[in-house]
């Protein structure tokens, strides 16, 4: 089946560092990745649509300069944490939607990573 | 703009018992809905989606949902639950195919299942 992966499952930082999280689709390919947070006890909220070969569009209220994400492959999105502080801390999940190849049962499926715990100290 | 409502946030039933989640959307028009399973600390599951087609939709695990366009319901059922079904669920929209918005997901808040032996 479809494997989406993140990378790194969890991380802590200083505030004020930056911190890289990667979101790889495995055995398919994505034109168009999700990133999402999700606050403790939580719903998860869409945070932006990663697009390859192009800007991200970021949902309303959430800075662009801040989380930079950049889409450079079929089969990987990254989102930068940058500056980070204490209220950055969540789990932040990508979700990668299938390009649609006829393999799977139903074009362009959408494919969740198992998230990133980002910690700020 | 579309929403989600998960009515309780919290379902507790015996094993073996009946689970009802309850799920209501609000939508211009009828759009996707799905249902999602998270473990601790874990990425989401898809359990079920509708599409088009069957209003009432089979999923893994044994769980089913059907889609009431009159009452705006997506409710999550399954007859007789395990210990293993417990977990955080999820009821979602998405933008029917074709859209700008197409793939974006809006998430209800969440409903704990504790099954009880």
């Known amino acids: 089946g479809a494997v989406v992966s993140q990378h790194p499952s969890r991380v802590i930082c200083k505030s004020g560092t930056s911190v890289k999280i990667e979101c790889r689709s495995l055995?398919?390919?994505?034109?168009?990745m999700f990133w999402y947070r999700q606050f403790p006890k939580q719903s998860l909220m869409l945070m932006a649509t990663?697009?390859?070969?192009?800007?991200?569009?970021?949902e309303q209220g959430v800075e662009k300069d801040k989380f930079l994400i950049n889409h450079a492959s079929l089969t990987l999105s990254t989102l930068t944490v940058t500056s980070a502080h204490p209220e950055d801390s969540s789990f932040y999940i990508c979700?990668?939607?299938?390009?649609?190849?006829?393999?799977?049962?139903?074009?362009?499926?959408?494919?969740f990573g198992p998230g990133t715990r980002l910690t700020v100290t | 703009a579309q929403s989600v409502t998960q009515l309780g946030s919290h379902v507790s039933v015996s094993e073996g018992a009946l689970v009802l989640l309850r799920c209501n959307y609000s939508s211009s028009v009828p759009p996707y809905l799905f249902w999602y399973v998270q473990y601790p600390n874990q990425g989401l599951q898809l359990l079920l989606k509708y599409t088009t087609g069957a209003t009432l939709v089979k999923g893994i695990n044994g769980f089913e949902a059907e889609f009431k366009k009159s009452e705006t319901s997506f409710h999550l059922t399954k007859p007789s639950a395990h210990m293993s079904d417990a977990a955080e669920y999820f009821c979602a929209v998405s933008p029917i195919a074709g859209g700008t918005s197409y793939g974006k997901l809006t998430f209800g808040q969440g409903t704990i299942l504790t099954v009880h032996p």
């Open positions: 979700s990668a939607r299938d390009r649609g190849n006829g393999r799977t049962g139903f074009r362009r499926e959408q494919y």
């Open positions: 055995d398919f390919q994505a034109t168009t």
């Open positions: 990663s697009n390859e070969g192009s800007k991200a569009t970021y």
